[in-house]
């Protein structure tokens, strides 16, 4: 019946729908770049070295601006939102302009080693259409979803759903549980914590390491009485999901006969990642 995904637009705060898609047709592709103009013009600049973004297949949430969109490379060799701009700089809006802005994100943000995967693992943000400090609308990278995505491991499905945290490679060694919550003033804490894990939370873990939870990872908890964020039990690869405590004993006097127990199945883990039907 016809598909559209939520696209938020910072410039007005207003939630709007994207292109219309139906099942087996291709992604939506970028608006064309605006005609050149037909008076001579000198050689143009090099393209933003770019790639095709693939749909993640973990469903992980922070990366999902990812896709069907191009990506430019950032400090691999210096491409950033502001190259995929083929307009001026103009105090009016432009919605051609932030369509084809809007339609690139960056990988990697931070300085990446040879043979970078480009998954995010050093960092990756959207680009936004915005105003600048003098009223122009430009094409800048979006710091407030600058992620690491999720790159956790299938042995542990929750670490692959989740916003990860770089735990001892963060900056200050200051990015675990704890700081899920910095300056969050919203209604669901909870679900806000518990959108994170840590990887690595071991010390002394090399910086060209890229995740997976070799390094340990730890799902972060929200805990409701006194509303902090702290880390769970620590997790490695092919390891079992920790136990939930068990119940208390059963009282030793005797008891009736117990009623039938109701038919309950063990969910199995969907092979999509979908969070939303995780339980």
């Known amino acids: 019946g016809g598909c559209s995904l939520c696209i938020y637009n910072t410039a007005d705060g207003t939630c709007t729908a994207g292109p219309k898609l139906y099942p087996d047709t291709p992604e939506p592709s970028p608006l064309p770049s605006p005609s050149p103009s037909p008076s001579p013009s000198p050689s143009p600049s090099p393209s933003p070295t770019s790639t095709t973004a693939p749909v993640a297949s973990h469903g992980c949430p922070a990366t999902a601006f990812r896709d069907g969109k191009t990506h430019v490379t950032g400090t691999h060799d210096n491409m950033w939102c502001g190259g995929t701009a083929e307009y001026p700089a103009s105090p009016e809006f432009n919605e051609e302009h932030k369509i084809q802005c809007e ?3 960056v990988d990697p943000v931070l300085p990446v080693p040879s043979g970078y995967a480009f ?6 943000a959207p680009c936004v259409y915005t105003t600048n400090d003098d009223g122009n609308y430009i094409c800048k990278i979006d710091n407030a979803l600058k992620t ?19 735990g001892s490679l963060g900056a200050g060694g200051n990015s675990y549980c704890w700081t899920a919550l910095d300056g969050y003033d919203g209604d669901t804490p909870k679900d806000k914590c518990e959108s994170y894990f840590v990887d690595p939370v071991d010390p002394d873990i090399p910086d060209t390491y890229t995740g997976g ?3 340990g990872c730890s799902l972060c908890i929200y805990n409701t009485a006194d509303g902090t964020c702290t880390a769970g039990p620590k997790l490695y690869p092919d390891t079992p999901e920790p136990s939930p405590l068990p119940s208390p004993s059963p009282s030793p006097s005797p008891s009736p006969s117990p009623s039938p127990s109701p038919t309950s199945t063990t969910a199995p883990v969907a092979s999509h990642g979908c969070p939303a039907t995780a339980f």
């Open 103 to 105: 339609s690139h994100y």
């Open 119 to 124: 998954d995010c693992t050093g960092e990756c």
């Open 148 to 166: 690491t995505g999720c790159a956790g491991t299938p042995s542990h499905p929750a670490t692959t759903t989740r916003t990860r945290l770089m």
């Open 213 to 215: 939870c070799s390094g």
